[in-house]
């Protein structure tokens, strides 16, 4: 198999070492960075490995990277593989097929911090909200920055080895969770908010199915191959049981006629749309499954899932803040 770098034995012997060590530790409790890996750290820097330019990191074709990289194979050219900690770091800032994924999702975590701060110091008290909306959006919005890291982590570390790649996997998959979990809260908290006993009763389901879908993630083959469209079914079923709470509250609120149901219907169904959109780009591989390698560096499907979730966010976010300005200028009914 080649390797990225030149004559860079002490990297070999690393990444025997660590699928020895994760064939024969398989159950042993999880080192985030695969840190163990990286205890002769200082050894393999004085090989000058740590000391190289971007210009020197040599990028993969599909083929030639190992097994635990090859999840698209019309992403054809421009993967790294086994670096270290630190060159992942660096290739940051060079040209590769995650370059994209990453700053993507990187960008998305400072949108929505700025948007904490916005919120909190300038949007909210103009509005006179109370300190319990203040509470909502920040959780909400802490949920989607959470989930942005925990995917830009995830497209950083993945090249650093199969356990690193497993395991940042695993904490992309939690970040989509609370991802997820963050899109719910507001939008029930106010859709209910005058009726507690179906918000609570929402509130709580929801992080009922949540909790489970974290706990399966502790299944020792939830992250394999073979457990992808189980993975995924469970993801869109969480998903779509938002679609209960929302017929519910139709129904609540005197049908499809009333008013506030024409004004938050057509976001809630602009919001299912987006979140299909991205998720058809992500399951079909569309564009680069009809033009394979055309689209490495700039405009694969992962790329667009990436880029539709913020904008979703986003939207969903601006969504829950009209449904907040609703609520603070309508009382609830006696
Ligand atoms: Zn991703």
Sequence with gaps: MALPFGSYDSVKNRQNRSLLASTQFEDDSYHIMDIEIDKKGLETCQTGLCNLDGQELVLLKYHEVPEFLRGNPYVVHGYRSLLPFNMCMKSLLFWTNETMNIWTHFMGFFVFLLLVLYDNI????????????????????????????????????????????????????????????????PAVHYAFYCLSIWRDLYMISITV???????????????????????????????????????????????????????????VTM????????????????????????????????????????????????????????????????
């Design 122 to 185: 300038i949007a909210l008290p103009s509005m006179n909200g109370s300190l319990s909306d203040h509470i909502i959006l920040t959780i909400g919005l802490s949920c989607f920055m959470f989930c942005m890291l925990c995917s830009t982590g995830f497209h950083i570390f993945c090249c650093h080895s199969e356990r690193a790649s497993r395991r940042w996997l695993a904490f992309d998959m939690t970040g989509v969770t609370f991802g997820i979990i963050g899109c719910y809260l």
């Design 209 to 267: 199915l949540s909790a489970c879908i974290l706990i399966f993630n502790l299944h020792p083959h939830f992250f394999s191959h073979k457990w992808f469209y189980t993975r995924m079914a469970l993801y869109v079923g969480l998903t779509a049981y938002g679609i209960i709470p929302t017929v519910h509250w139709i129904y609540l609120n005197g049908g499809i006629s009333s008013h506030i149901v024409q004004m938050f219907i057509p976001k």
């Design 271 to 334: 919001m299912y749309m987006l979140g299909s959109l991205a998720f058809s780009f992500y399951i079909t591989k569309f564009p680069e499954r009809i033009f394979p390698g055309k689209f490495d560096f700039i405009g694969s499907s992962h790329q667009l899932w990436h880029i539709l979730i913020v904008i979703a966010f986003c939207y969903w976010h601006k969504a829950g803040k009209e449904i907040l300005m609703y609520r603070i200028a309508h009382e609830c009914p006696a």
